[in-house]
């Protein structure tokens, strides 16, 4: 079985930095893309961030120039670097990969507070 495990999480002043990260264990052959969802209190959940096999990138509008998708494919890892982040980023955030079969994460919680 595949077990998506994310981390890096948690509460940030606003302007501030997260790096969430998602590694992907167990018996996966392939991975074609990877993403970042999110989805905040009493909205629906959108696309935040995804990365191909070959490292190409899209970013939703809200999020561009501010967070980077990365990945390591020797790891079977997406990262998510987040920077200058807003309170409307508060959300709980889900990884997504895409292989013979779709896997999500678990969700991890990121609150942007004063």
């Known amino acids: 079985q595949v077990h998506l495990v994310e981390s890096g999480g948690g509460l940030v002043q606003p302007g501030g930095s997260l790096r969430l990260s998602c590694s992907a264990s167990g018996r996966i052959f392939r991975i074609d893309d990877m993403a970042w969802h999110r989805q905040a209190p009493g909205k629906q959940r959108e696309l935040v961030a995804t990365?191909?096999?070959?490292?190409?990138?899209n970013y939703a509008d809200s999020v561009k120039g501010r967070f980077t998708i990365s990945r390591d494919n020797a790891k079977n890892t997406v990262y998510l670097q987040m920077n200058s982040l807003e309170p409307e980023d508060t959300a709980v955030y889900y990884c997504y990969i895409q292989g013979l079969r779709a896997y999500w994460g678990q969700g991890t919680q990121v609150t942007v507070s004063s």
């Open positions: 990365i191909n096999s070959y490292g190409s990138t």
